[in-house]
């Protein structure tokens, strides 16, 4: 494990976008995602309580409403090939 990156380090991404990816194909998988981490926010909302339950619910809020701006971007946006 670095505990020093180089700065060509910062520069990189673990991850990277496919090429040729379309923004409709983006945004479907963006959707997805935040799908499944809205359940994971709510599931852990449910099993917990005070104000952690107060927190992680409003967690699924920010979450929920990003989904919803996601999917209706497809009608919004034409398409783009990333």
Request: proline content about 5%; hydrophobic content about 45%; glycine content about 4%.
């Amino acid at each position: 494990m670095k505990t020093n990156p180089n700065e060509d380090d910062l520069l990189t991404s673990v991850f990277k976008v496919k090429p040729g990816l379309s923004s409709e194909e983006a945004l479907v998988n963006a959707s997805e995602i935040l799908a499944l981490v809205a359940a994971m926010a709510n599931e852990q909302a449910f099993s917990s309580c005070g104000s952690r339950r107060l927190q992680i619910f409003g967690l699924a809020q920010l979450i929920e409403n990003s989904k919803l701006l996601v999917d209706i971007a497809p009608g919004k946006t034409s398409p783009v090939n990333l």
